[in-house]
C-alpha cells in the first residue's frame, strides 16, 4: 500500500511540498470504479443463487484459455478485469488502482490512460493463458500493475508512503515491485497471477516509451500523404520543424530524455513542443 506524495518533479517542491491521499476520481478511474463494485455485486448475486448460473456468468467472462471450454470469447480478454474473488482481492486491487490511476490519468489524458489500462489487462490474460492454459483468471491486476509503472516513469522522483509509513520514490518502489512479483512467480503463483502481474508492469513500460512515437508515426503517414504537416517547438522563437524526419528524431530525443531524466528535465520549450503533439495525437 503506498500513500502518495511529494512531488520532486515539480517546480514548486522545495518551495510548498503537496501532500495527498491517492490520485482522486478521475474519469477513466471512476468509471473503471463503478463497472468493478457492480460486477461484483452482481457476482455475489450470482453465488447464493441455486444452479449454476455463476459458473456460466464466469464462464463467459472471465479470461479463459482458448479450447479449455470448447468456446472462445475475444470479450474475455477485457472482461476479466471486471471480475474478482473475493473482497479483498477487489479492495487491494481498487485501493491500488485510486492510490495511482488518477496521477497517471491526469498526466496522459482520460483516452490514453484509458488505452493504457486495457492494454496491459490484455497483456495480462495473454500471458498468464500461455503460462497455465489450464486455468482461469480473473482481476484488474494487470491493469493496476501496469498503472503502478506508468506512474513510476512518468514521476520517478515522486515520493510515496509505502504502507503509510516508510518513504520512498516511486521509482525504487517499481523495482520493489518488480522484484517481488519475479519471486512470487518464480514458486508458481499459488492462485496468484504473478505472470499477468508481471505482464501487465511490462506492456505499461512499452507503451509509455513507445506509444508517442507510435502515434507521432501515423500521424507523420496522414500529414505526410496530404501534404500539410508542420511541426512546432514553441516559444517565442518558435522554430518549424518542414520534414518528418527531422520531426521523429526531435520526438525520439525528447522521449528518450523524460525516460532517463524525467519530465523535469525538460525545458519550457520542449514541453511545448510535446504538448502540441499531445493535443494534435488527441484529435
Same mark, same amino acid.
Given at each position: ?9 515539480? #517546480?514548486?517542491?522545495?518551495?510548498? #511540498?503537496a501532500m495527498r491521499i491517492g490520485g482522486g476520481f478521475t474519469a477513466a478511474v471512476k468509471w473503471i470504479f463503478l463497472i468493478c463494485i457492480g460486477v461484483f455485486l452482481l457476482q455475489t448475486i450470482l453465488k447464493n443463487q441455486p444452479g449454476g448460473a455463476y459458473r456460466a ?7 479463459? #484459455? ?28 481498487? $485501493? ?89 512467480? @518464480? ?44 511541426? $512546432?517547438?514553441?516559444? #517565442?522563437? @518558435? ?25 523535469? @528535465? ?11 503533439? @499531445? ?5
Amino acid at each position: 500500500m503506498i500513500r502518495p506524495y511529494y512531488n520532486l518533479s515539480e #517546480p514548486s517542491y522545495s518551495q510548498r #511540498p503537496a501532500m495527498r491521499i491517492g490520485g482522486g476520481f478521475t474519469a477513466a478511474v471512476k468509471w473503471i470504479f463503478l463497472i468493478c463494485i457492480g460486477v461484483f455485486l452482481l457476482q455475489t448475486i450470482l453465488k447464493n443463487q441455486p444452479g449454476g448460473a455463476y459458473r456460466a456468468f464466469e464462464d463467459t467472462f472471465a479470461f479463459v #484459455p482458448m479450447g479449455r471450454l470448447g468456446t472462445y470469447y475475444l470479450w474475455q480478454y477485457v472482461t476479466y478485469m471486471a471480475l474478482h474473488a473475493d473482497f479483498w482481492h477487489i479492495f487491494f486491487n481498487l $485501493f491500488f488502482f485510486y492510490m495511482v490511476g488518477g496521477i497517471v490519468e491526469r498526466r496522459l489524458g482520460t483516452r490514453r490512460f484509458t488505452y493504457l489500462f486495457l492494454v496491459c489487462g490484455i497483456a495480462g490474460a495473454i500471458a498468464q493463458g500461455l503460462i497455465f492454459p489450464d486455468s482461469r483468471t480473473i482481476g484488474a491486476s494487470a491493469g493496476v500493475m501496469g498503472a503502478a509503472a506508468a506512474c513510476a516513469l512518468l514521476y520517478p522522483d515522486m515520493v510515496v508512503l509505502v504502507l503509510f509509513i516508510i518513504p520512498m520514490k516511486m521509482k525504487h518502489f517499481l523495482l520493489i515491485l518488480v522484484a517481488f512479483e519475479i519471486f512470487g512467480a @518464480s514458486r508458481g503463483g499459488n492462485g496468484i497471477a504473478y505472470f499477468a502481474h508481471l505482464a501487465g508492469l511490462a506492456a505499461a513500460w512499452l507503451y509509455i516509451r513507445y506509444e508517442l512515437r507510435v502515434a507521432a508515426f501515423f500521424s507523420n503517414l496522414y500529414y505526410g500523404s496530404k501534404g500539410r504537416f508542420r511541426g $512546432f517547438t514553441g516559444g #517565442p522563437k @518558435s522554430t518549424h520543424i518542414e520534414d518528418d524526419t527531422t520531426y521523429r528524431t526531435e520526438v525520439d530525443r525528447l522521449l528518450d530524455k523524460i525516460f532517463k531524466q524525467g519530465t523535469q @528535465s525538460l525545458t519550457q520549450e520542449e514541453n511545448e513542443f510535446l504538448k502540441k503533439q @499531445s493535443e494534435r495525437f488527441r484529435k
